[in-house]
């Protein structure tokens, strides 16, 4: 089994320390092994008990803590950690990076690192736009640390701006893009995601209960790998992974527009979406009314987004993806070869749809790969670690 990363997460003084609870959290659950560490500042903020509650590990704040055998925390504790975070990163101790002072245990164990350092600014807006946290800032970057926002908005302080620490969720995001291996660099990819609405009068559709949820995950995860990434989405209610060329359609034929339009230079196409294979053949301008009398809706079929695809002259690598409510593999490897897909995703609807987990099968000219049940975003990145090998 492969072994869990391990990261330091270093908090320093400052209010957006609470969202760091959170952010061990998650980190614990992405199965990253959390080894905290804290300066005395960040001590009036949140206490040293809940982040150790949290990551089910002692928290280390002082110098001269005789709990480490060699009484050398600061190289033990870097020595053993694949990255350092530093959440929150207040403008004193970007200050203190930059000269490479060693005053307490968090700033000398960065300074005796020999693996990458991330940093997560959080301050008053006035702060982060003075001349001297700017220069410090670019210093670091210079200097090969990796910035992680600010992100603009309301501040404690009661005033608007730039400054704020990016949110729990963006920092995981952050910290597993920089645990991925780069795989795909170099590889262009379209993603879509999402169920498809077929209007049949201005107020009524027909849709599916595909939440796009997939789809993201796979898109995180190129981009995660390095891809250059174009998503096009169909209806959804979450919010597209950030930094990503995000093509928003609503119904089958705006998407195949879309991807038409955008496949000429993709190295890889993933159809993740739930495209309507029917349309209605006539939508009504007005709102249909109720009748006596039943109703029938004559429907007319929708362009095979995926088969079109695969049957251009120089077709990427396609990846289709097979939700069936029965007979899983079978009809998976017959889509497959009807599409003619070097590679098809299986998945039971009743298990896949609205989830934030999943578990698939992947069919190639092979045989079939099962993926056990994960978190769809790691789940993406097995799919993902299997097209790069064939690609
Ligand atoms: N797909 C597509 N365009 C369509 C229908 C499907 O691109 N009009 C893609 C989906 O994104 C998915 C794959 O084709 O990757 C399989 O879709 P699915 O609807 O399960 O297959 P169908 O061929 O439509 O078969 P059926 O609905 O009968 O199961």
Redesign the pocket.
């Given at each position: 089994m492969q072994k869990n990363k391990s990261l330091v997460l270093g908090i320093t003084g400052g209010i957006a320390a609470y969202k760091s609870a959170e952010l061990v959290r998650l980190l614990v659950k992405a199965n990253i092994d959390v080894q905290v560490v804290m300066t005395e500042a960040a001590c009036q903020f949140i206490t040293p008990v809940t982040m150790q509650a949290l990551s089910g590990r002692p928290v280390f704040i002082g110098m001269w803590d005789s709990s480490i055998d060699n009484g050398m925390p600061h190289i033990e504790l870097s020595r053993e950690a694949d990255a350092i975070l530093i959440a929150p990163a207040s403008a004193e101790f970007i200050a203190k990076l930059v000269h490479g002072r060693a005053d307490d245990l968090l700033s000398t164990l960065c300074l005796a690192r020999d693996c990458p350092l991330l940093v997560a600014p959080a301050m008053n807006k006035q702060m982060w736009g003075n001349a001297a946290t700017q220069r410090n800032i670019t210093q670091l970057k210079t200097d090969g640390v990796s910035i992680l926002g600010p992100d603009s908005g309301d501040q404690a302080c009661g005033e608007i701006g730039l400054g704020r620490m990016l949110e729990a969720e963006e920092l995981l995001g952050a910290v597993n893009a920089h645990f991925t291996p780069k795989l795909l660099t170099g590889k262009r990819v379209l993603v879509?995601a999402g169920a498809t609405l077929e209007m049949i009068d201005p107020v009524r559709a027909i849709t599916n209960l595909s939440s796009g949820k997939m789809g993201y995950a796979i898109a995180q995860a190129a981009s995660d790998m390095g891809a250059e990434v174009t998503l096009i989405s169909g209806e959804t209610a979450i919010e597209p992974p950030k930094n990503i060329n995000n093509i928003s359609t609503k119904n089958?034929d705006a998407m195949?527009q879309a991807v038409m339009k955008n496949i000429a230079k993709q190295h890889i196409f993933i159809?993740?979406?739930?495209?309507?294979?029917y349309s209605p053949a006539k939508p009504s301008m007005q709102k249909i009314k109720k009748q006596e009398s039943s109703l029938t809706l004559e429907l007319k079929p929708?362009?095979?987004?995926?088969?079109e695809v695969a049957s251009l002259p120089n077709a990427p690598f396609c990846?289709?993806?097979?939700?069936?409510s029965e007979n899983l593999l079978e009809?998976a490897e017959v889509?497959r070869k009807?599409?003619k897909l070097p590679l098809?995703v299986a998945n039971l609807a009743a298990d896949a749809m609205g989830s934030d987990e999943n578990s698939v099968t992947l069919l190639d000219k092979n045989g079939v790969h099962p993926i056990k049940r994960a978190p769809k975003i790691e789940i993406a990145r097995s799919i993902l670690q299997h097209v790069a090998k064939m690609v």
């Open positions: 879509t089958a195949y159809s993740v979406a739930a495209v309507a294979d929708n362009k095979d987004i995926l088969a990846v289709g993806f097979a939700a069936e009809y889509k009807a599409k098809i």
